[in-house]
């Protein structure tokens, strides 16, 4: 039969060490004792202090060093109990505070915020990200960087923006980003670790918290469940914020494109100038729409708009307002955002509309943008103007292109 070995631990090693020089010294004094009984007086004194040190030495090994190793253990055992103690009461502070904030937050942009904020904190040593799902909710067409104390403007995801979290709306770890069935939009290199963490809004997925580290190395269990009840609190308040039904605020719906008319506009304006959060606005329209319904007929002309609210739709951010802002009028608002990634989004949407009329069998037409800070005026009325006169300069290039106000033309 195969005898099992059992490595021996250091400790054990040692104290076996020092029996055996215990019995060897003990054996060596009884040598001298027996020899000092026929000689002199020193060796009988010498033998003594060898029993003697050797008694301490077997004492030592015997009793002293367990003692000290268990105090040694329970102290090891009783720090990391603080380290433990410390890491929840801070987990629940940040909790406490961040529910706190999510309770007060005014919109949408402001929830998210603090979420991904509140992850940051978490995960100091994690790269955070808030990744913002299209109107369907099958991909994140937008990121925007978090820290504790920052928020990023949004960046257009290059690539796959596909993610796993929006899709199935739970949460989707994993210790190493190039599994297969990991997030498209998680191709790292090198490979890493992920968490992310979906919020919905009505049931329909807005955003996820997408969390990035090493590779192997993903938060704990209890820190992940805490985001996932941090991003429930996110989600209740923002079905709260927005409307139950469209006309909630005497909006006026465009039964053409389903989209809210001028008075959305202003009033998100106004909130926004209010609350001091800035944000860029776009006034875009289909190029010589008149005549294009001359041509192909106002039937024509009307699936035109539609497909061009459809564009707008699926292609900004779930947080952007849009609305139908006269005939053949749209103006898009982007909380948060500034002008050059607003003018990046309305290029996007300009490639949308070509995607679409390639299957939609209309005839073909464009659309020109103009595009304006808010801190190009210091009314409502004077941002649309701005961002007109930018459109204006659009159309006199020709069409079929975004114009960014320039700062001149605020004055």
């Not at 465009?254 to 944000?279: C, S, W, Y």
């Not at 989004?345 to 020109?368: H, I, K, N, Q, W």
Request: proline share 5%; glycine share 8%.
């Amino acid at each position: 039969m195969d005898q099992l070995e059992h490595a021996a631990s250091p400790d054990a090693i040692a104290r076996s060490t020092v029996a055996g020089g215990v019995l060897v010294a003990l054996a060596t004094a009884g040598l001298v004792e027996c020899a000092a009984m026929g000689i002199a007086w020193p060796l009988r004194a010498i033998g003594a202090i060898l029993i003697g040190a050797a008694t301490i030495a077997l004492t030592r090994s015997t009793v002293t060093t367990p003692l000290q190793l268990a105090a040694s253990g329970e102290r090891l055992a009783a720090n990391e109990a603080l380290r433990t103690l410390s890491a929840e009461r801070r987990m629940g502070q940040l909790m406490s505070e961040s529910v706190s904030a999510i309770s007060f937050a005014i919109d949408e942009g402001e929830v998210l915020s603090i979420l991904g904020r509140a992850c940051a904190t978490f995960w100091p040593d994690r790269e955070t990200q808030l990744l913002l799902a299209s109107a369907d909710g099958s991909t994140a067409p937008w990121s925007v960087s978090l820290t504790a104390s920052h928020v990023g403007n949004p960046t257009p995801i290059e690539g796959d923006g596909r993610c796993r979290a929006l899709t199935t709306e739970r949460i989707i770890a994993h210790e190493h980003t190039d599994r297969l069935d990991a997030c498209p939009h998680l191709r790292l290199d090198p490979p890493g670790s992920s968490a992310c963490i979906p919020v919905l809004a009505a049931g329909v997925p807005l955003a996820a918290v997408c969390s990035t580290g090493p590779a192997g190395e993903l938060p704990s269990a209890s820190e992940i469940e805490a985001m996932r009840l941090l991003s429930s609190v996110a989600s209740d308040r923002l079905e709260i914020l927005k409307p139950s039904h469209p006309t909630a605020h005497g909006d006026i719906i465009d039964p053409l494109t389903n989209l809210p008319n001028h008075l959305t506009a202003h009033r998100e304006m106004k909130q926004l100038i209010g609350g001091l959060v800035p944000f860029s606005l776009a006034i875009c329209d289909v190029d010589a729409l008149g005549l294009y319904n001359d041509g192909n007929g106002a039937e024509a002309g009307d699936r035109a708009l539609q497909l061009f609210a459809a564009a707008l739709r699926d292609t900004l951010r779930p947080g952007d307002v849009l609305c139908r802002y006269g005939d053949d009028a749209f103006l898009a608002l982007f909380p948060r955002c500034s002008v050059l990634n607003a003018r990046a989004a309305m290029e996007r949407v300009r490639e949308s509309v070509v995607l679409d009329l390639s299957s939609a069998g209309l005839a073909p037409f464009t659309v020109s943008v103009g595009v304006a800070d808010s801190n190009q005026g210091t009314t409502i009325d004077e941002l649309i103007e701005t961002a007109g006169t930018a459109l204006e300069a659009a159309k006199r290039e020709g069409g079929n292109r975004v114009r960014v106000a320039s700062f001149d033309s605020a004055d």
